[in-house]
Each structure stands twice: as C-alpha cells, then as structure tokens.
C-alpha cells in the first residue's frame, strides 16, 4: 500500500487529540489500526473485558452506551443494549466505571450512543462529563453532518474528538466536508445497511474506504460489516483500519468473558499486523 | 370570508398575539425545522435519500401534472371530497354542536389513504419500485398495501407483535393486498419499534425502496411533506364548514394525536382562522403534555423518556396512538400556544365510542374516539360552541377489541 498513508503530518503536538494521535502513531509505523466496539454495562465483567482486549491489540476502543431504539444497530447491538439496559445500565455508571479505570485501559476510548442520550444530559454537560471520564472520543450515528455543529462545537470545546460516519451512499461532494469536521478519525460505512456480522466484505467497504483516503489525511477507519479476521484485513488493504463491533458483542453475549474476548481481539490483530505494508 | 365572532376564548383558545397567524402551518425552514422542532437527525447513510425526497416532493407539489393526478385518484379512487356530518343528537346530549369531518368514508377506512397515494405517486415519479412502511393500528399499513396493489410495487410492512395480535383482521387484510407483513419483535413490540424496524430496513434498500411514513413526523421533509398531503382534509373541511356556518368558522377544531397526521390536515386549514385548535393525546402517551424535547426517529420533538434520555414505551387502548413521540409541527404549535393539546384516559375513550355509536350510528376509530372523549368531559365549557371534530377513521378494526371490553 501507498506510503502516503504515513506522511509527515504537521501540527502532530498540536491539534489532534488523543484517539487521532495513537491511529495516525500506529500508521506512521506501517500498522493498521484495529478498534472494538464493545457494549458497555453488558455483564458483570465489561470493564475487565474493555481492559482486556487493549492488552491484546485494541489501538482504541468503542464503548457503547445503550440506547433503547438503537436504528443503526443489528439484532446482536440490539440485544446487547437490552440486556445492558435490563441490567441497570445509565450513561452514568458507565462513565463513572471507565473513568475508574482509565489507567488500566491504557488506550483511547470512544462512546458511541444515539444523539438523545446527549441531548437530554444537554450537549455542554455531556461533552464534559465525557472528558472527566477520560474519554477521548465519540461516536453518535444519528447526527449527521447537517445536525452536528452544535454538538460537536461543544465537544470540541471540552476535548473530545467527534468522529463523524461516511456511508457508501454520499456524494463525491460530500466527503472532504466530512472528513474536515471530523475529528479522531473518519468512520467509513461498509455497506448500505445496519451493523451486523455478514458473509463477505460489501464491496462498497474498500470502495468507499479508497473514496475517503482520496480526500482526507485523517485516519480512515471502516466498519459495519466487517466481522471476520479476513474480511478486516481484507479492507485494510486500502482502509487504515478496521472498526469491529457485533463479533465482538456476540462474544460477549455468549459469556466468553474478558479471556475469550480478548482471544478473538487478538486474532484481529494478528490478521492485520500479517497485511501490514 | 366571515368569521365567527368567538365568545371570551376558554383556556384551549390559542393565544392569538403570540405570532402573526399567517405563519402557522407553512414551509419549514431551509433546516427542516419549525421553530427550534424537526430537522433531519438520520444516520449519514440515509441523507441522500431523504435529500432526493425533499427536491423530489418540492418538484412534484409545484407541477401541476402531479397536483392533477393526485386530484384524480383522490376522487375517484378514494371518494374523496369526504362529507361533513351535522350530530344533531350527540349535539343535543352534549349541549355542543358538534360537526364531523368524515374521514371514515374513505377507501380503506381513513385519512391515511390521502398520504399514501400522494407518496406512492411520489414514489413512482422518483422511479422507486418498492414501499416499505411502519403501521401501528394498521390503517396506514393496510392504505399503503392498497397503494402498492394499486400502483403494482412491491411492499412491505413491519408492524410490532402486540399490535399484530390486537388488529389481525388489518394484517390479514395486508396480506391478501399483497403486502408481506413483518413482525417487530423488539423494544415495546408497538409503533415505536416498528419504525425502529423500518428504518434499519430502508438503510439498506433507499436507492429502489420509498419508505412511506405513516404520520407527520421522521426526519424533515416528511412531517412537512405528509402535512401537505393531509391538507385536503382542512381544505375541504374549510368550505364545507363555510357552507353550513354562513361563511364563518367553527370555534374549535379538534383531532386526536398520536404521531399528529390527521390533525395536522384538518388544523392546516383552520391554522390561520380565529378557530382554537385543539389535539387530544390518550393520557399514556402525551408526548405534548409531558413537554420535555428529544430526538428519535429523525426528529426533534416532544418525547416521553426517562431520567437518562432512554424513550418511554406508550400505553394506550388505542394501536394508532401507542406511541411515545409526536410530529415537530404539534411541538412547535404548541410551543407557540397556537394550538393546545389535552389527555384522555382510555376510560374516556371507551365511553365516547359507545357514544358516538349509540346517538349517531357511526362506530369511531379508538383513534378518533380520543377527539371526543375530550369534547364529551369539556362539553360545560364548551357549551353553545361549535367544534369541528376529525373523525379520522372507522371503527370496524376495534370492534372485536371493545367487544372484549364492553361485552
């Protein structure tokens, strides 16, 4: 692969936060980057899980925080922020558990969660209340470009890198304006569809992944619909990594426990350090 | 046109100085929003398509072929224009006179109908091939399932399984229009969750598939788009009303509310007159009463939710109601008090359908019903007034319900 990938990035101290730092660190030294997405509050062992796999190769990790009409999401996210939910799950306890944990993570983090989750903390003290928990990052699907500003103008004054998500579907236009408003990375979309464990990589993922690395320096990580090993390493031959969430939920769904989580987190690491350029 | 001179207003009349009436009910900004309410809050996958929406209906609503069209199968397809009925009797018992917009009479037994063609044709002009649709009584599923036999396009209805089994005779009705019913299985297993469902569906098929949205919510341009499509319902409303009042208006339109389509047809045309206008929500899904602003499904609006942010699941006698949003545009009316919006407990409701039964001969929607149970606990207030009421649709789909009920 190009090595424009690494280029000698000014503004590296400054600028960047720290999700953006670590990815754009791991590609400069010819690594592809590799983040799960695990649900928070899903279990008793969630926290030693999220500990876990950084040990086993997470450049960064995505923390759900459960929503109750989580749209974006497949039967395996759905059932995970149910039983989370189920469970007692708030925002708040799983803020306050990662931020006891921080020092063990010992990797960026980035919550995903739905904008009313946001919204209703309000957008100033939920930015904030993400930044003392030492969180870097976050990830909130149903803001599109067009609805973003306010969230991410707060976020951006507390710290926290807003990644913005680029589908399949969107106009040539479209992507530098993403790209630039971005921050920690650039989420391409695998496919036209929901998350969820698939067959095969959708084209329409190294596709869109060579459409995003035309436009931007910013990492260009891809997810939905990438769940195997293979199929991550498969779009790293463009991509600069690989966001996968709904093997790893299935995991734990199952009970693996932080032992078997980590195991599967380090077969993708292995799969990705094997197509490094 | 005349108007009728209002008595001293009750405490459902609008506040008239709030802002120029000639605001009310028109195009939404360039940001889809009414006032600080709508907007497009969609994954970034769906942009596009909802974009391709908005410059599609625009072209559509200012060509007069399409305008003509529309015309056309309203009228000969769906028997419109609708009639006004006078209640002598029920306006006797209750000391009101009471006017129903007879939305009843439709085909398929709604005003959904109105929305559902307007869409189809829409979407036919937009060369999709297939509708997808969310349904919670089953009158939008069953009028989009009509569209698509019509217009020969694939559908496809997600509608949630508690739902499905209060209203099997709307699912059969589905089934045999050609549509494939599926079942929403998660959340609340009601409305809600079937737009859940629809969505994660449409994600992955907009470049073939129109998703048809039942009611005056979801990411901009829908609620305005469906308003406009619900119109016809005030338009026509607006003359038949001119012609039995001596040109005036009623002092009170009212309507039942759960996502809002129906009474945002009958308020857009009334929104400019001196008539109150009044939405009643079932009194376990008051989205309006409760006044705390969310986002889900597209848009900003008033939504029932929990300490955390996490959406309320709705509890009503009535499918077409169980649901815990409503449609930016009854944020915003309500918001500038142009229109208020009151609760009725399904007691209430119960009682009114046995009401409007028994003094007219006309067995209402539980929908509809919600109207005039507020009507029915109002009527001293209302007293000597005359209140135009939606009767959205019929209540044929309730009866095997309320015969559990009432026995």
């Not at chain 2, 007219?360 to 007034?385: D, F, Q, T, Y």
Request: charged letters at 20%; a negative charge; glycine letters at 12%.
């Amino acid at each position: 692969m190009t090595a424009a990938n690494g280029t000698t990035a000014p503004g590296e101290a400054g600028g960047w936060g720290r999700l953006e730092t670590a990815l754009r660190g791991r590609r400069r030294a010819g690594g592809k980057c590799f983040v799960p997405y695990l649900t928070g509050g899903l279990g008793d062992d969630w926290l030693e899980t999220i500990c876990a796999v950084a040990v086993a190769g997470a450049d960064a990790i995505e923390i759900g925080v459960p929503f109750s009409d989580p749209v974006m999401d497949g039967t395996t996210i759905q059932q995970a922020n149910d039983r989370a939910l189920s469970e007692g799950a708030t925002p708040q306890s799983i803020l306050a558990a990662v931020r006891g944990a921080a020092a063990d993570i010992g990797v960026p983090t980035a919550v995903m969660t739905y904008a009313n989750i946001a919204h209703h903390m309000g957008y100033e003290r939920f930015a904030s209340s993400l930044a003392d928990a030492g969180v870097s990052g976050c990830i909130l699907p149903d803001l599109p470009l067009e609805e973003v500003g306010e969230w991410a103008d707060c976020a951006d004054a507390a710290g926290v890198e807003t990644v913005l998500l680029a589908a399949p579907t969107a106009p040539d236009e479209r992507l530098p304006r993403i790209c630039a408003r971005s921050r920690g990375f650039v989420y391409g979309v695998g496919l036209a569809g929901i998350t969820g464990v698939r067959a095969e990589l959708a084209a329409s993922a190294v596709r869109t992944a060579a459409r995003l690395k035309a436009v931007t320096d910013r990492p260009v990580l891809v997810g939905v619909g990438v769940g195997t090993p293979a199929q991550a390493a498969e779009v790293c031959e463009v991509a600069d990594g690989a966001v996968v969430g709904s093997a790893i939920v299935t995991r734990m769904l199952e009970g693996a426990g932080p032992e078997g989580v980590a195991a599967l987190v380090a077969e993708f690491r292995a799969a990705l350090d094997a197509a490094r350029h | 046109m005349t108007e009728t001179a209002g008595s001293a207003p009750g405490e459902f009349m609008g506040e008239p100085d709030m802002a120029p009436p000639g605001q009310f009910m028109g195009e939404p900004s360039a940001d889809g929003r009414f006032g600080e309410f709508g907007g497009m809050f969609v994954p970034e996958t769906l942009v596009p398509a909802c974009q391709e929406l908005d410059r599609a209906f625009r072209s559509a609503w200012g060509d007069p072929a399409f305008r003509g069209e529309l015309d056309r199968l309203l009228r000969d397809y769906a028997g419109r224009p609708s009639p006004m009925t006078e209640c002598p009797n029920l306006s006797e018992e209750l000391g009101v006179r009471i006017l129903l917009k007879r939305e009843d009479l439709n085909h398929t037994g709604s005003h959904k109908i109105n929305n559902v063609l307007g869409q189809a044709l829409l979407a036919q002009r937009m060369g999709k091939t297939s509708l997808v649709a969310e349904t919670g009584a089953g009158q939008h599923g069953v009028a989009t399932a009509t569209a698509a036999a019509l217009f020969g396009m694939d559908c496809v209805v997600y509608m949630g399984t508690v739902d499905i089994a209060r209203q099997e005779l709307n699912v059969f009705r589905m089934r045999l229009l050609g549509t494939e019913v599926r079942a929403a299985e998660t959340g609340s297993r009601t409305l809600k969750d079937a737009v859940n469902e629809t969505l994660r569906h449409w994600v992955a098929v907009a470049d073939t598939t129109h998703y048809c949205l039942g009611s005056v919510m979801g990411p901009h341009p829908y609620p305005w788009m469906v308003r406009e499509f619900q119109r016809v319902v005030g338009e026509e409303a607006r003359r038949q009303c001119a012609e039995i009042l001596d040109g005036g208006v009623p002092d009170v339109v009212t309507a039942a509310v759960g996502g809002g389509s129906n009474a945002a047809g009958i308020f857009a045309g009334f929104a400019n007159t001196s008539a109150a206008l009044v939405g009643v929500e079932p009194a376990g899904g008051a989205a309006v009463g409760r006044a705390v602003p969310g986002i889900v499904h597209g848009s900003r609006s008033f939504l029932m939710q929990d300490e955390w942010g996490q959406v309320l699941e709705a509890e009503s006698i009535s499918a077409g109601l169980d649901y815990p949003g409503v449609g930016p545009e009854h944020s915003y009316l309500a918001a500038t008090g142009r229109a208020t919006y009151e609760q009725v407990t399904d007691a209430e409701v119960v009682e009114a359908f046995s009401l409007l039964s028994r003094t007219e001969g006309i067995i209402p929607a539980l929908e509809c019903a919600h109207a005039l149970a507020w009507v029915s606990r109002a009527r001293a207030e209302l007293a000597g007034r005359t209140v135009l009421l939606n009767l959205s649709g019929r209540g044929d789909k309730d009866v095997d319900q309320m015969m559990g009920i009432l026995g």
